[in-house]
């Protein structure tokens, strides 16, 4: 895809979109994140968000959940104006999104039950043995039933990773936000994790975006990809017929290219410079 | 260069200690929320409180004997020895108690609440609970603020239990005062209101300002290891300060 298809990977804005993001600019200290985004997350869908490390793909997340204010543009999460919510208001539409976090941010002082049933125990006067047996439903789910009394610091990075995604679940929220849900993940447990992300999307419907680097994980989960680089959505489309555009941004982001539109190094002076080799060839 | 950074680190003070105070309103805000959270409260005042029971105990248990011991010296110059438990009590609840038990506390508990909270802000606790629409304002630092406001006094009046104890033990025990001379003088002179109340009225401003400083570092520490390092010790440094600066003020105004 040429720059001028790149263009057109800007799309037309969806009447039945869960996520709107309009002319989203972002600068985060001296480095500007997002120059004029724009992208649209169906209701019902299963949404890939990809792109080089620091390209802003958290940040994204961030502004969807109102922890981030944009310098300009809006974001709308189920028609509402993320940015203008009341600190009241944002807690209403947080109840009703589910984040997993990239370090999985459980509560040390609490058990993995507990941890879990903490969503539950805040906003949902449940008798006690119905929320034991959502906790524990959840916790089936994910494969940890049996982890239930362990604490986070008894836990591998892959099981505390499923710890938050049962807690992120426990209120089978509208819409759920993973920030890179498979790191640290066994084959076995990528797989589960993908068929839940994959049945909680088709029997309850819930809304997924997922921030992650796996590209055959995102094959097998996702239904829309969406690519973002210099602060721009710079390709679009399903993860199969993303992967085979003969774009630049595609070619070298899918192909593991140093050379390509996004520099693999960070701004530096000449290297030859910087080790004292310039000039003494002469 | 050094009035610049003078003014830099002055600018910086007062910058602080703005945002101190917004965060002091917000936390007061939160405070009827966090009601809610009353468990959390009992498990924040049984940390700040009881935890630190053994360490104010025997704190006031030395500073009790050592003022006997330096009072006896002094008070026998004058052949005054006979009001030996009245001075160890007045110097207790008037200043010794709340001001050490304030320093005893910002070391004990206010450090560790300052780490806790930091930590929490580097793991992305705090930031999880907002994602889960819970206020940390409200579970996290209305609890411990509170908790400090409620356990300050309580461990102040152990401390001077323990100090007229110790005091009890130097003086008639070792050094012969007579019994009813040390408990009667004292009686008869310490005075509920001028003299235990206005004790306890400084531990309770004591008890908000440790727990505000220890709460607002914690909530305020750059996600680091070095971070978290930094504010526990500001906590310790500035609470000492902020204690003594206040005692001061606060005798002034008392007398």
Known sequence: MSHDQTASAKHEPSSDALVQ?????????????????????????????????????????????????????????????????????????????????QNS?????????????????????????????????????????????????????????RVALARAIVFDPMLILYDEPFVGLDPIALNQVLRLIRTLNRTLGITSILVAHELAAIRQVADRVYLIANGKLVAQGAPDELAHQNSPWTRQFFGGEADGPVPFHYPAPDYATELGFAGRAQ | MNANLRRHWLLQGIVSLGECGIFFVAVLGALPKSLRYWRELCRQVWFVGAMSLVIVMVCGLFVGMVLALQLYYTLSIFG??????????????????????????????????????????????????????????AYVASPRFLAGVIAMPLLECVFNAMGIFGGHLVGVSWLGLDNGTFWGNMTSTVTLHGDVLDGLYKSIVFGGVVSLIAVFQGYTAPPTSEGVAYSTTRTVVFSSIVILAFDFVMTAFMT
């Open chain 1, 21 to 101: 993001v309009r002319g989203l600019r972002t600068r985060i200290g001296d480095k500007v994140i997002f120059d004029g985004l724009d992208l649209d997350v169906p209701r019902g869908s299963v949404t890939a968000v990809m792109g080089p490390s620091g390209t802003g793909k958290t940040t994204l997340l961030r502004h969807l959940t109102g922890q981030l204010r944009p310098d300009a543009g809006s974001v709308r999460v189920d028609g509402e104006e993320v940015a203008k919510l009341s600190r009241r208001a944002l807690f209403a539409l947080r109840e009703r999104i589910g984040f997993l976090f």
């Open chain 1, 105 to 161: 941010a459980l509560l040390t002082d609490f058990s993995v039950f507990e941890n879990v049933a903490f969503p539950l125990r805040q906003h949902a006067k449940l008798p006690e043995e119905l929320l034991r047996d959502i906790v524990l439903t959840k916790l089936q789910a994910v494969g940890l039933r049996g982890a239930a009394g362990l604490m986070p610091s008894e836990l591998s990075g892959g099981m505390a990773r």
């Open chain 2, 80 to 137: 005054g020895t006979a009001a030996l438990g009245t001075v160890v009590a007045l110097s207790l609840f008037r200043e010794l108690g709340p001001v050490v038990t304030a320093l005893l506390v910002a070391g004990r508990a206010g450090t560790a609440v300052t780490a806790e909270i930091g930590l929490m802000r580097a793991t992305d606790q705090l930031d999880a609970m907002s994602m889960m629409a819970v206020d940390p304002l």
